[in-house]
């Protein structure tokens, strides 16, 4: 019986030197993350905020929040990468805030405006730009690690520089192409937050 539990001790202990180095770094974004959206809505919940990860409630959210017990459910289904991260809390803490759009009467818990942060739909918000450093006005850590390039929503690495040049003149074509289906059913596109 021993044997066993020095076994399961130190498999234990080998699993948390791979797992820990990853943990610390999330946590280490979601800290930041939820810095600026503290201080972007004067910070609704002092202290209190928790970020879960789990299952989207509908397949296109990106993340989903109770007031009542300022909770913040991120998808589990994501990589998380800092310029997703930062833009989604932002918004979530918007609802932590309560706020509300009187403009917008079919979703009042959205805006209206498509460049506001509380728009339903996810995009770049400035006050996250380099990690937040301007907007925080706190320096990065001595041993930050930045991410890898990604893009908002997919997790995929940006092509190099001459591959870039070459699909981005075939994906306007594309673009253009949805858009004009969208303007037609109607619809919006891209990762949808609550």
Known sequence: MRIAQWIGLWALLL???IVAPGVADADWKIDR???VAAKAWSDPCPGRVQILYAPPEQPTWLASTV???CQVTLSDREAWPWK????VLVHEYGHLAGF???LNPSDPFHSHDPRNIMYAFIHPDGRCDDYGTPYLG???PPDFQPDPELRIGTGIARRGRARRAKSAKRDAGRSRARA???ARAGTKAGPRLT
């Not at 997703?84 to 833009?87: G, I, T």
């Open 180 to 182: 004009r289906e969208r």
């Open 33 to 35: 993350a939820k810095a």
């Open 67 to 69: 007031r009542g017990y």
């Open 84 to 87: 997703q991260l930062c833009p």
């Open 15 to 17: 699993l948390c030197s």
């Open 100 to 102: 509300r759009d009187p």
């Open 138 to 140: 706190i320096p990065l």
